[in-house]
C-alpha cells in the first residue's frame, strides 16, 4: 500500500507542472493568433483610434508574457477573468452551467458504455466459433465505424422527423432540490443514445479480445484442469483479467466523449462546453478558453490518476508491485 | 469484489440507469400526455417537451447575443433582443417609418440644430418603481459616451450631438449639447444641422438604462446586470440563461399602441437545427436555408402556405482596392463587373432568395431608385474593355478574399470564380480567411478584392452612400475617392428636403455604380416559415421592435 500512496504523490506533485506547462501554450497560441476579439467585436463602424484605445485599456497591446502574468496571478487570487463572447460575464458564470450541462449527459454515457459492453463483449467472446461471432463482431464493428457526424442527423431524421418520438434537439430541464437537471428529459435520450452507441461498440470489441486472450492462458487451462465449473472460471479468472485493460480506456473514453460532445452539443443545439470551447476560439474569448482548457485537463489528469489506482483493485499484482506496473501507462 | 458480482452489479448499473432515465422522462413529461394523444403522430403536440408552454406565447429560434447593454452593443444578433427590452426618444414602425417612442413631440429650432423633445409623462420603468424623465436621458447618453465606456457604437451614433466627441475623448464634463430644461423636457444641440440625426438617434445607443443598477459596469466587465435589466421597452427580460434561452414577459404599464399582446416569448439560442425545430412544432418561426427552400416552395407541400419572404435592407458586394493596379483601372473593376450574371447568382444559385443588384441602395430603402440601370451582364463587352485596359494577364494572380473557413467558400463565390473564367478567361483565386484576420486585411487595405455584405443600421441612404464610399468615411474600404461624389453626399447630408435628399443620393449612386469601387452582386431577402396561429408578425427589414404586434389566436 505504502508504493501506492509513494506513487499517487508523485503523480500529484507532477500535475501542477504540466497544468503550468499546458497554461503557458494555450495563452500564447491564443494571443498568437491573429487578430483578437476587438477587431472581430468592435464592428466595421468603429474607428481605428477608438479600437486601440479599447486594445490600450483592455492590456492586449502589452507584451504577451506580461499579459500571462497577469492572467495567472488573477487566477491564483481564483479570479478567472471576464468572458469576452458574453461580454463581461464572470467565466465562471459562463463556464459552470455548461460543464453542468455536458457532465450530467456524459456521466449516463459512460455508465451505460461500460456496464453494458463489458458483460457484452465477454458474451460474444464465449460464443466464439458459433454462428454468433461474426454477427455481434460485425454490429459492433458497424456502429462503432459510423462516425457522430453521420448518426446526429441520421438518428435526429428518424426519431425526431419521422417518428416524432423524440425533439430534435435542445435541453430542458427539471428542478430536484433547487438543481436543474436535464437528463431525465426526452432531450436528453438522443445525445445519449447518439454517444452510447458507439461507445458500447468500442468497448465491447475491445473486450471481446482481451478475453479471448485471456482464455488461452496457461492459468485458465490451470483452472480448468483442476475442475473448476466453467462459469467460475469465466467470471473469477477470464472476466477479471480481461477487464483490467479495458479500465484503461476509459481515461481515452472520456477524450473521445469530449470530441462527441463538441458536435452533437453543436448539431442538437445543447448549450453544453464543447459546443462553447468551439466558440470561444472563433470569438477570441481568452480567458473562458484558458479555464475551460485548464479544468479539462486537470480533469484529464485525474482521471488517469484514478485509473491507475483503480488497477491496484482490479489486479493485484500492481500492488504487490508498488504501482511500478501501473506507471507505464 | 467478485467478478461475478461486479460483472452483475455493472449491467444492473446499466439497466437501472436506462430504467430510470425513461420512468423519470415519460412521467416528467407526462403532463403533454392529454393532448399529444390525440394528434396521432403528426408530431408531439406543443407543450408536450419544453416546460410550461403557456397558452400566449410565442417560441422563437433567436441568434445568441454578445451583450446586453443598449450602450454597447453593435452586432444585430444583440440589437435584436435590446430593441424589445429597451427604448428611446424615437424609433420605427413596420413601414420604416420614424415614430415617436418616449419623445411624444419634438420641434427644432430654425436652423434645425436644437430639437426639444416633450417626453411622455407615463413612462414607467418595468419595475414600476419609477417614471422616465430627462435626466435618465442625459444619465443614459453620456454613459454611453463617456470614455471609461469603451463603446464601439457611442462615438458612430452620437457624433452629431454638440460636445458629444469632446467628452468622448475625456475632454468635458459633460456633453455641452445635451440640456435638461425640466422633467418631461430634453435639448439637444446638434453640431450642425442634418437630417440624419434622428435616425440615428433610433439606434439603442441612447436608450434608457437605469442608473441605480448599471454600476461601474462597462462595454467590457461587470456585465451581470445585463441578465436581468430593469428598463422601459415593450417586453421586460425575466430569464437569461447564456447561451441557452431568453424569456421575455409582456410589460404590462407599456405607454404605445399597439401595446404588446403576448404574455410571454421564449428565444431559443442554443443553436440547433430551426428548421427541424419548426417541424417538430418546437419553434413558431423559423427562417428558410437554401436546403429547404425547395421543398417549402413546392404548392403541394403542406408548409407552402406558411411560407413567406420579406426585402431585406442590405447589400452584398464584392470591394476593389482602387488604389492598387490593375484595380486602380475603372475598367478592370468594370469588365469584371460585366462577366458577372448577377440575375443567375440571386435567382439561380440563391435560388430567389435574393433579388440582384443594380445599384448600392436596396429596395425598400427610401431613396431605392427602379430606373438605375446599373452595369448590364455582357461578356463580349467586358472582355473587349479588359482587353483594352491591358488583357486578362492582368488578373493573373489576382486573390478575392472572403470570411469563411468552409470546404469551399459557397455557391455564390464559385459561381463568380466559374462566370469570371468563362467570359474573361482570368483565375481569380478565393482565400478563406478566419473573420478576425479576414477584418484586419480589409481595415489595413490588405486585399486585392473581397466579398462582404452590409446591412442598415437606419433606414436611409445616408447609411450605405456616405458610409461606405464617402472618401473620409472610416468605413470606406475600397479607398474609393471621387470628390464630385464626395459634394454630392455632403450636401445631401444637410438638405432637410426629402426629394432633394434623395436626388441628391441617387445622382451620387450612379456615379459610384459607374466607377465601379463595387460590384454591388445582390439584396438578400429574408424567406421565413410562420406557424398559422401567429398574427401580426412582420419579418423586419432590418432591426426594430417588431414583437408587440404580434398575436396568437388558437
Same mark, same amino acid.
Given at each position: 500500500?505504502?508504493?501506492?500512496?509513494?506513487?499517487?504523490?508523485?503523480?500529484?506533485?507532477?500535475?501542477?507542472?504540466?497544468?503550468?506547462?499546458?497554461?503557458?501554450?494555450?495563452?500564447?497560441?491564443?494571443?498568437?493568433?491573429?487578430?483578437?476579439?476587438?477587431?472581430?467585436?468592435?464592428?466595421?463602424?468603429?474607428?481605428?483610434?477608438?479600437?486601440?484605445?479599447?486594445?490600450?485599456?483592455?492590456?492586449?497591446?502589452?507584451?504577451?508574457?506580461?499579459?500571462?502574468?497577469?492572467?495567472?496571478?488573477?487566477?491564483?487570487?481564483?479570479?478567472?477573468?471576464?468572458?469576452?463572447?458574453?461580454?463581461?460575464?464572470?467565466?465562471?458564470?459562463?463556464?459552470?452551467?455548461?460543464?453542468?450541462?455536458? $457532465?450530467?449527459?456524459?456521466?449516463?454515457?459512460?455508465?451505460?458504455?461500460?456496464?453494458?459492453?463489458?458483460?457484452?463483449?465477454?458474451?460474444?467472446?464465449?460464443?466464439?466459433?458459433?454462428?454468433?461471432?461474426?454477427?455481434?463482431?460485425?454490429?459492433?464493428?458497424?456502429?462503432?465505424?459510423?462516425?457522430?457526424?453521420?448518426?446526429?442527423?441520421?438518428?435526429?431524421?428518424?426519431?425526431?422527423?419521422?417518428?416524432?418520438?423524440?425533439?430534435?434537439?435542445?435541453?430542458?430541464?427539471?428542478?430536484?432540490?433547487?438543481?436543474?437537471?436535464?437528463?431525465?428529459?426526452?432531450?436528453?435520450? $438522443?445525445?445519449? $443514445?447518439?454517444?452510447?452507441?458507439?461507445?458500447?461498440?468500442?468497448?465491447?470489441?475491445?473486450?471481446?479480445?482481451?478475453?479471448?486472450?485471456?482464455?488461452?492462458?496457461?492459468?485458465?487451462?490451470?483452472?480448468?484442469?483442476?475442475?473448476?465449473?466453467?462459469?467460475?472460471?469465466?467470471?473469477?479468472?477470464?472476466?477479471?483479467?480481461?477487464? $483490467?485493460?479495458?479500465?484503461?480506456?476509459?481515461?481515452?473514453?472520456?477524450?473521445?466523449?469530449?470530441?462527441?460532445?463538441?458536435?452533437?452539443?453543436?448539431?442538437?443545439?445543447?448549450?453544453?462546453?464543447?459546443?462553447?470551447?468551439?466558440?470561444?476560439?472563433?470569438?477570441?474569448?481568452?480567458?473562458?478558453?484558458?479555464?475551460?482548457?485548464?479544468?479539462?485537463?486537470?480533469?484529464?489528469?485525474?482521471?488517469?490518476?484514478?485509473?491507475?489506482?483503480?488497477?491496484?483493485?482490479?489486479?493485484?499484482?500492481?500492488?504487490?508491485?508498488?504501482?511500478?506496473?501501473?506507471?507505464?501507462? | 469484489?467478485?467478478?461475478?458480482?461486479? &460483472?452483475?452489479?455493472?449491467?444492473?448499473?446499466?439497466?437501472?440507469?436506462?430504467?430510470?432515465?425513461?420512468?423519470?422522462?415519460?412521467?416528467?413529461?407526462?403532463?403533454?400526455?392529454?393532448?399529444?394523444?390525440?394528434?396521432?403522430?403528426?408530431?408531439?403536440?406543443?407543450?408536450?417537451?419544453?416546460?410550461?408552454?403557456?397558452?400566449?406565447?410565442?417560441?422563437?429560434?433567436?441568434?445568441?447575443?454578445?451583450?446586453?447593454?443598449?450602450?454597447?452593443?453593435?452586432?444585430?444578433?444583440?440589437?435584436?433582443?435590446?430593441?424589445?427590452?429597451?427604448?428611446?426618444?424615437?424609433?420605427?414602425? &413596420?413601414?420604416?417609418?420614424?415614430?415617436?417612442?418616449?419623445?411624444?413631440?419634438?420641434?427644432?429650432?430654425?436652423?434645425?440644430?436644437?430639437?426639444?423633445?416633450?417626453?411622455?409623462?407615463?413612462?414607467?420603468?418595468?419595475?414600476?418603481?419609477?417614471?422616465?424623465?430627462?435626466?435618465?436621458?442625459?444619465?443614459?447618453?453620456?454613459?454611453?459616451?463617456?470614455?471609461? /465606456?469603451?463603446?464601439?457604437?457611442?462615438?458612430?451614433?452620437?457624433?452629431?450631438?454638440?460636445?458629444?466627441?469632446?467628452?468622448?475623448?475625456?475632454?468635458?464634463?459633460?456633453?455641452?449639447?445635451? +440640456?435638461?430644461?425640466?422633467?418631461?423636457?430634453?435639448?439637444?444641440?446638434?453640431?450642425?444641422?442634418?437630417?440624419?440625426?434622428?435616425? #440615428?438617434?433610433?439606434?439603442?445607443?441612447?436608450?434608457?438604462?437605469?442608473?441605480?443598477?448599471?454600476?461601474?459596469?462597462?462595454?467590457?466587465?461587470?456585465?451581470?446586470?445585463?441578465?436581468?435589466?430593469?428598463?422601459?421597452?415593450?417586453?421586460?427580460?425575466?430569464?437569461?440563461?447564456?447561451?441557452?434561452?431568453?424569456?421575455?414577459? +409582456?410589460?404590462?404599464?407599456?405607454?404605445?399602441?399597439?401595446?404588446?399582446?403576448?404574455? #410571454? !416569448?421564449?428565444?431559443?439560442?442554443?443553436?440547433?437545427?430551426?428548421?427541424? /425545430?419548426?417541424?417538430?412544432?418546437?419553434?413558431?418561426?423559423?427562417?428558410?436555408?437554401?436546403?429547404?427552400?425547395?421543398?417549402?416552395?413546392?404548392?403541394?407541400?403542406?408548409?407552402?402556405?406558411?411560407?413567406?419572404?420579406?426585402?431585406?435592407?442590405?447589400?452584398?458586394?464584392?470591394?476593389?482596392?482602387?488604389?492598387?493596379?490593375?484595380?486602380?483601372?475603372?475598367?478592370?473593376?468594370?469588365?469584371?463587373?460585366?462577366?458577372?450574371?448577377?440575375?443567375?447568382?440571386?435567382?439561380?444559385?440563391?435560388?430567389?432568395?435574393?433579388?440582384?443588384? #443594380?445599384?448600392?441602395?436596396?429596395?425598400?430603402?427610401?431613396?431605392?431608385?427602379?430606373?438605375?440601370?446599373?452595369?448590364?451582364?455582357?461578356?463580349?463587352?467586358? +472582355?473587349?474593355?479588359?482587353?483594352?485596359?491591358?488583357?486578362?494577364?492582368?488578373?493573373?494572380?489576382?486573390?478575392?478574399?472572403?470570411?469563411?473557413?468552409?470546404?469551399?467558400?459557397?455557391?455564390?463565390?464559385?459561381? /463568380?470564380?466559374?462566370?469570371?473564367?468563362?467570359?474573361?478567361?482570368?483565375?481569380?483565386?478565393?482565400?478563406?480567411?478566419?473573420?478576425?484576420?479576414?477584418?484586419?486585411?480589409?481595415?489595413?487595405?490588405?486585399?486585392?478584392?473581397?466579398?462582404?455584405?452590409?446591412?442598415?443600421?437606419?433606414?436611409?441612404?445616408?447609411?450605405?452612400?456616405?458610409?461606405?464610399?464617402?472618401?473620409?468615411?472610416?468605413?470606406?474600404?475600397?479607398?474609393?475617392?471621387?470628390?464630385?461624389?464626395?459634394?454630392?453626399?455632403?450636401?445631401?447630408?444637410?438638405?432637410?428636403?426629402?426629394?432633394?435628399?434623395?436626388? &441628391?443620393?441617387?445622382?451620387?449612386?450612379?456615379?459610384?455604380?459607374?466607377?465601379?469601387?463595387?460590384?454591388?452582386?445582390?439584396?438578400? #431577402?429574408?424567406?421565413?416559415?410562420?406557424?398559422?396561429?401567429?398574427?401580426?408578425?412582420?419579418?423586419?427589414?432590418? !432591426?426594430?421592435?417588431?414583437?408587440?404586434?404580434?398575436?396568437?389566436?388558437?
Amino acid at each position: 500500500m505504502q508504493g501506492i500512496a509513494g506513487y499517487v504523490i508523485r503523480r500529484l506533485l507532477l500535475a501542477p507542472l504540466i497544468l503550468l506547462f499546458i497554461s503557458v501554450v494555450t495563452f500564447s497560441l491564443g494571443r498568437w493568433a491573429p487578430g483578437d476579439y476587438v477587431d472581430i467585436q468592435a464592428g466595421p463602424r468603429a474607428s481605428d483610434e477608438l479600437k486601440d484605445r479599447i486594445k490600450e485599456e483592455r492590456g492586449l497591446n502589452d507584451p504577451v508574457y506580461e499579459q500571462y502574468f497577469r492572467y495567472m496571478a488573477n487566477i491564483f487570487q481564483g479570479d478567472l477573468g471576464q468572458s469576452v463572447k458574453y461580454r463581461g460575464q464572470d467565466v465562471e458564470d459562463v463556464i459552470f452551467p455548461r460543464i453542468w450541462v455536458t $457532465l450530467q449527459y456524459n456521466v449516463i454515457v459512460l455508465i451505460l458504455t461500460f456496464s453494458i459492453g463489458i458483460p457484452l463483449g465477454t458474451w460474444a467472446a464465449l460464443k466464439r466459433g458459433t454462428w454468433m461471432d461474426p454477427l455481434s463482431i460485425g454490429t459492433f464493428l458497424f456502429f462503432a465505424s459510423i462516425p457522430v457526424v453521420v448518426s446526429i442527423p441520421l438518428l435526429q431524421w428518424l426519431f425526431a422527423v419521422k417518428l416524432s418520438w423524440l425533439p430534435s434537439g435542445g435541453w430542458n430541464v427539471h428542478e430536484f432540490w433547487g438543481i436543474e437537471i436535464g437528463i431525465f428529459s426526452r432531450e436528453a435520450i $438522443l445525445p445519449i $443514445l447518439i454517444l452510447t452507441l458507439p461507445g458500447i461498440a468500442g468497448i465491447a470489441r475491445y473486450m471481446r479480445s482481451q478475453v479471448l486472450e485471456v482464455l488461452d492462458q496457461d492459468f485458465i487451462r490451470t483452472a480448468r484442469a483442476k475442475g473448476l465449473h466453467e462459469s467460475a472460471v469465466v467470471t473469477r479468472h477470464v472476466t477479471r483479467n480481461a477487464m $483490467l485493460p479495458v479500465a484503461t480506456i476509459m481515461g481515452f473514453e472520456l477524450a473521445a466523449l469530449t470530441a462527441g460532445s463538441l458536435f452533437v452539443e453543436r448539431f442538437l443545439g445543447i448549450p453544453g462546453i464543447g459546443q462553447f470551447a468551439f466558440e470561444t476560439i472563433g470569438s477570441r474569448d481568452y480567458d473562458s478558453l484558458m479555464a475551460i482548457v485548464l479544468l479539462g485537463s486537470a480533469i484529464f489528469i485525474m482521471t488517469n490518476l484514478i485509473v491507475d489506482i483503480a488497477y491496484g483493485f482490479i489486479d493485484p499484482r500492481i500492488r504487490l508491485a508498488g504501482g511500478a506496473g501501473a506507471e507505464t501507462t | 469484489m467478485d467478478t461475478r458480482r461486479l &460483472l452483475s452489479l455493472l449491467g444492473g448499473i446499466g439497466a437501472a440507469t436506462v430504467v430510470v432515465i425513461i420512468v423519470l422522462a415519460v412521467v416528467l413529461s407526462g403532463g403533454g400526455d392529454d393532448n399529444g394523444s390525440g394528434s396521432d403522430g403528426d408530431g408531439p403536440s406543443i407543450g408536450d417537451d419544453l416546460p410550461d408552454r403557456e397558452s400566449n406565447e410565442l417560441r422563437l429560434f433567436g441568434p445568441d447575443p454578445l451583450i446586453l447593454d443598449p450602450a454597447c452593443a453593435s452586432d444585430a444578433s444583440s440589437a435584436e433582443y435590446i430593441v424589445e427590452i429597451f427604448s428611446g426618444l424615437v424609433s420605427f414602425d &413596420l413601414d420604416l417609418n420614424l415614430i415617436p417612442d418616449i419623445a411624444e413631440t419634438w420641434e427644432t429650432s430654425d436652423d434645425g440644430a436644437v430639437y426639444t423633445f416633450h417626453l411622455r409623462n407615463n413612462v414607467l420603468f418595468h419595475d414600476s418603481s419609477r417614471r422616465v424623465t430627462a435626466d435618465d436621458f442625459k444619465f443614459s447618453i453620456e454613459r454611453a459616451l463617456n470614455p471609461r /465606456m469603451l463603446s464601439t457604437v457611442a462615438e458612430v451614433y452620437l457624433d452629431d450631438i454638440k460636445g458629444a466627441l469632446t467628452y468622448a475623448r475625456g475632454q468635458a464634463d459633460e456633453v455641452e449639447g445635451i +440640456r435638461v430644461i425640466d422633467a418631461d423636457t430634453l435639448e439637444i444641440t446638434l453640431e450642425k444641422a442634418t437630417p440624419v440625426f434622428l435616425f #440615428k438617434l433610433s439606434y439603442p445607443v441612447s436608450y434608457i438604462v437605469d442608473e441605480r443598477e448599471v454600476g461601474d459596469s462597462t462595454c467590457f466587465s461587470d456585465t451581470r446586470w445585463t441578465l436581468n435589466p430593469n428598463a422601459t421597452g415593450p417586453f421586460k427580460l425575466t430569464e437569461f440563461a447564456l447561451g441557452e434561452r431568453i424569456e421575455l414577459e +409582456r410589460n404590462t404599464n407599456y405607454y404605445l399602441e399597439p401595446a404588446p399582446s403576448l404574455d #410571454k !416569448v421564449t428565444y431559443i439560442i442554443t443553436g440547433g437545427s430551426s428548421f427541424t /425545430m419548426y417541424e417538430n412544432d418546437e419553434v413558431d418561426i423559423t427562417g428558410v436555408g437554401l436546403n429547404d427552400i425547395e421543398r417549402v416552395r413546392d404548392p403541394n407541400e403542406p408548409l407552402n402556405a406558411e411560407f413567406v419572404t420579406g426585402e431585406q435592407l442590405n447589400v452584398f458586394y464584392v470591394g476593389f482596392n482602387t488604389e492598387e493596379p490593375p484595380f486602380d483601372d475603372a475598367r478592370v473593376r468594370r469588365a469584371l463587373n460585366m462577366a458577372l450574371d448577377k440575375d443567375l447568382l440571386a435567382n439561380n444559385i440563391l435560388e430567389g432568395l435574393a433579388t440582384p443588384a #443594380k445599384g448600392v441602395l436596396p429596395p425598400g430603402l427610401p431613396g431605392y431608385n427602379p430606373a438605375l440601370e446599373g452595369i448590364p451582364y455582357d461578356p463580349q463587352a467586358a +472582355r473587349d474593355l479588359l482587353d483594352e485596359a491591358g488583357g486578362p494577364d492582368l488578373l493573373d494572380d489576382a486573390i478575392i478574399i472572403v470570411p469563411g473557413s468552409g470546404a469551399t467558400a459557397g455557391p455564390v463565390l464559385d459561381a /463568380m470564380v466559374a462566370l469570371w473564367q468563362e467570359n474573361l478567361g482570368v483565375n481569380i483565386e478565393i482565400q478563406q480567411a478566419e473573420f478576425g484576420l479576414f477584418l484586419r486585411d480589409i481595415d489595413e487595405a490588405n486585399f486585392q478584392m473581397f466579398s462582404l455584405g452590409w446591412i442598415a443600421d437606419y433606414p436611409d441612404a445616408q447609411n450605405f452612400l456616405e458610409i461606405k464610399l464617402h472618401s473620409r468615411s472610416a468605413n470606406n474600404e475600397t479607398l474609393y475617392s471621387n470628390p464630385e461624389v464626395d459634394a454630392l453626399l455632403d450636401q445631401a447630408r444637410t438638405e432637410f428636403d426629402e426629394d432633394a435628399r434623395i436626388e &441628391l443620393y441617387q445622382q451620387a449612386e450612379e456615379i459610384i455604380v459607374n466607377d465601379a469601387p463595387w460590384i454591388p452582386l445582390y439584396h438578400g #431577402k429574408t424567406s421565413a416559415l410562420i406557424k398559422p396561429y401567429v398574427d401580426g408578425y412582420q419579418v423586419p427589414a432590418f !432591426v426594430l421592435p417588431n414583437l408587440r404586434y404580434v398575436t396568437i389566436n388558437k
